[in-house]
């Protein structure tokens, strides 16, 4: 069975990808980093991609994953010191056992200045959590930023004190944006202050291209704006990579790498085909892309 027509049966496909990862695996061809002769590239995955899938059998998932080809993981749930049910360190060696490392995190806490003690209290433990993971990077994914721009620099100020905390563990502190981070607040683009109000020592942003283009900013512009301030991004389309046509990867990996980018990851949100078939289409579309390294 050729991909084409295994695409025409992927529902079947889908409703038993986890369970049989490695039968998926062969239909589609998987090879990424495990297949001989293959170069390998370093293809980062948000988790939140395979979101129903990690909640009901997150080790089949990640096995799954591992034979797509990706090799480099970013989760989206923490809960209590533990990843998707599991210590830190059970975590990690399911991954390193697959070939992948957890590098990065989403994970966070409002902001409450009421509750000061009690929130860096939450934050000492899930820093560590972090370290004992293995993740280079510790990502808000999204948080409260109030009605005025006295509330953002509040949360700036929020976000420096947390990049020192991170600092002290060799980790990396960040934020991720969605399209509202480009509205504005008493003149100001709320991105652009946070950026420009938080120390680059200590709090970097994860620029998601998808939302920076739904907020109106140019991504490439944004990075070349910025350069320097994003260490990861986050590659996302309206669905699978590459389809939509509205985002230009090619010169958006070129500006990412010239300004410092280490890391990127994938993030599927939305479903035009099975998760599992969107998912390993987006890292098709990266692995065969020569503008990725």
Known sequence: ????????????????????????????????????????????????SLREAMGTDPEGTLKLISEMGYNELETASYRDGKFYGYDPKEFRKIAADLGMSVSSAHLGRGYNPDEEEQIMAWWDQALDAQAEVGARYTIVPGIGLGETLDDVKLIADYFNRIGEMANQRDQMFGFHNHSGEFQERDGHVIMDYLIEN?????????????WANMGNHDPVAYINKYAGRFPTLHIKDQSIIGESGDLDFEAIFKAGYAQGMKDFYVEVEEYTLPPEICVQKSYDYLYNADFVK
Request: contains cysteine.
């Open 1 to 48: 069975m050729d991909r084409r027509d295994f695409l025409k049966k992927s529902a079947l496909a889908a409703a038993g990808a986890v369970a049989g990862g490695s039968v998926l695996s062969s239909l589609l061809g998987l090879g990424g980093c495990t297949e001989k002769g293959r170069p390998v590239k370093r293809i980062g995955l948000q988790l939140y």
């Open 198 to 210: 938080t120390d680059p020592d200590k709090v970097n942003y994860q620029l998601d291209v998808y």
